[in-house]
Every structure is written in C-alpha cells, then in structure tokens.
C-alpha cells in the first residue's frame, strides 16, 4: 500500500523506467524525481527482472517470523476456546502465555468474540448473504403474550395486573376469550433486510400460506422476485400445503436443519429487534394499543433505521441499489 507521502506510485516508477530506458543516468533521472539513487537502480532492477509486475507493491510482512506461537500453542489456546469459552486473562495462566499474546492468537484465528461462534460446538459461525433481493427470503413466527385492557405488568403491579386480567376474562366468557397469545409472523429479505410483519392469531398451516401470499405481494411491490423461501420446521412450514403454494408460485422451499436456528438468523435477529423496538419498547395499556404501533415501526425500520450490516443506511437503500454501495 502506498502512503500519503510516498515519492513514486506505480505510475511514477513506470516514468523512470522510460526515462532510464530512453538513455538517461539513473543518478539523474532519481535526482528529477526527488529519490535516491539506491531506490532508482531498486526499481530498475525489478523491472528488469520481473517486467510489469516488479513495478507493484509488495507486502511488507516478513518471510519468516522465527518468534511467533508455536502451532501447538496457538491448537491449544483455540481449543480452550472454543471448548470452555475462555478469555485471553483465563487462557493466558493455563498455558503460562501473556494474554496479549493469547489476544492476537484468537484474532489470528477469528476467534477474539464469542458473538461469532456458535455456542453448543465452538465453531466460528459462516455468515452469508445473498447477492440480490428476492434470492432468499426468511421467515419465522414469534409467540407473544397479548396484554389485557388497562395493560399488564409493565403499567402496573403484578397483583393489580392479575386481578384486571381475571376479571377482564370473567367479563367476556361469553365471547372469544381476549387473554392468550398473539403469533407475529414475520419475513424478511437475505440481502436487503427489508421486512413484513403481520399479527394473526395461530400459527397455523392455513394462516402461514394466507401470511405469505400477502408478504409475497409486499415484496412484488417493491420490485423484487422471491425465489427461495428458508423456514425452521414448524408444523405450518412442514405441511405439504404451504410448501405446494409456494411450489404454484414458483418458489423454492428450504428447511434449515433442526435445532440450527442460526441458519435463519437474519428472521431471528429481527425478532429479537421487533420485541426491543416495539413489543417491549414502552407499556401498552392494551393488546389494540400495541397492535396499531406495529405499522409505524415497520416503516420506522424499513425506511429510517440504520442497519449495521448495511452500512448505516435503512433497507429500502438496498432495495434501490442492489449492488450494496452507498455513497
């Protein structure tokens, strides 16, 4: 890499060549071009040997480093890592190593944030993402309390909370009881993030395919073409019938394998922002309440709130640009 100050780039060392080759001395080409001499004949002579390429910038990392942590350590300090989740101020005593050097060992190895391994086997977690919108779409399903007239809990003690609830079910016996759950369904673009959420009361196979249709029309909307569709292996995904409407559509359907939700982790890691940023974001004095604030946050997120892995920018910038370069 050329740094600011440098005197040649590849450009300039192209120039003293054809200055040197036209007949020139070296000693005043270099003195034109305000070098020395030694590092005019260096060019010179790589060009000589090598042509075109010698006049490239090299690596300055050494050939041999003679000090470096013998393989054995470094198999040692990752295996501490990744079977007991250790830090470097933990490993370091165990293998009589200073933790600084056990830091650049797991950074070495990109193992220096627990964040990018996977818990239950200790190994890095490969992160993907697909290279246009429409190539894989996640969805999932995220089980929510609903919360009674006057709120629950978090507006109240949980005494008083209780005893609302109670009699608010009491009231209403003879009527489709209002206490229980609500199902968030959710689906979310690979590449851009851009996401559709619904509230709906089962999670049912029936209402998963009626869910789809309406987010698949989201998408079209917003120009994109969903090819593939990755679900977990709930009941609804695994019903021959909603793999069949997507099948109709011309969609290809894909399970991840069980119990490796880190497969479907863009859809998971917006329900974890979805419960953050809205469910839980401020009390609700009821289920009605929260329900109407879902459509703001959706537009909050998928036009105003900056996404990390999108370079700060919200997802319909992606959506707009494809190719994921943001000026």
Excluded at 62 to 69: E, F, L, N, S, V
Aim: charged share 25%; aromatic share 6%; glycine share 8%.
């Amino acid at each position: 890499m050329v740094h600011r100050n440098a005197r040649l780039t590849v450009h300039g060392r192209r120039i003293l060549v054809a200055r040197v080759l036209a007949g020139r001395p070296v000693a005043h080409v270099a003195a034109e071009m305000g070098i020395s001499r030694a590092t005019a004949h260096k060019w010179i002579g790589r060009w000589r040997s090598e042509g075109e390429a010698g006049l490239a910038d090299r690596s300055s990392r050494p050939h041999t480093t003679p000090h470096r942590t013998p393989a054995a350590t470094e198999d040692a300090v990752c295996r501490l890592r990744r079977e007991r989740k250790l830090g470097p101020a933990r490993i370091g005593p165990i293998l009589g190593l200073p933790s600084s050097t056990v830091h650049r060992v797991l950074v070495r190895h990109a193992l220096n944030r627990l964040a990018w391994l996977d818990r239950p086997t200790g190994q890095p977690i490969r992160r993907y993402e697909r290279h246009l919108p429409g190539e894989l779409v996640h969805i999932d399903i995220k089980k929510l309390g609903n919360i009674p007239d006057g709120g629950g809990h978090r507006v109240m003690d949980r005494r008083t909370a209780m005893d609302n609830k109670i009699a608010t079910t009491d009231r209403r016996k003879s009527c489709k009881p209002v206490i229980g759950y609500s199902y968030i369904h959710s689906a979310i673009d690979d590449h851009s993030r851009l996401a559709y959420s619904e509230i709906l009361p089962d999670q049912r196979q029936h209402t998963a395919i009626a869910f789809w249709q309406r987010a698949n029309a989201f998408f079209a909307a917003h120009g994109i073409t969903v090819q593939r569709v990755l679900t977990d292996n709930g009941s609804c995904y695994k019903s021959q019938l909603f793999t069949q409407a997507l099948t109709d559509a011309g969609i290809t359907h894909k399970r991840i394998r069980p119990y490796r939700p880190q497969t479907n982790g863009k859809v998971e890691r917006f329900n974890r922002t979805l419960t953050e940023e809205w469910a839980y974001a401020r009390p609700y004095i009821s289920h009605q309440q929260r329900t109407a604030a879902l459509a703001h946050f959706l537009h909050l997120y998928n036009h105003h709130r900056s996404h990390t892995a999108l370079g700060g920018q919200p997802p319909i910038t992606r959506v707009n640009n494809p190719a994921g370069y943001y000026t």
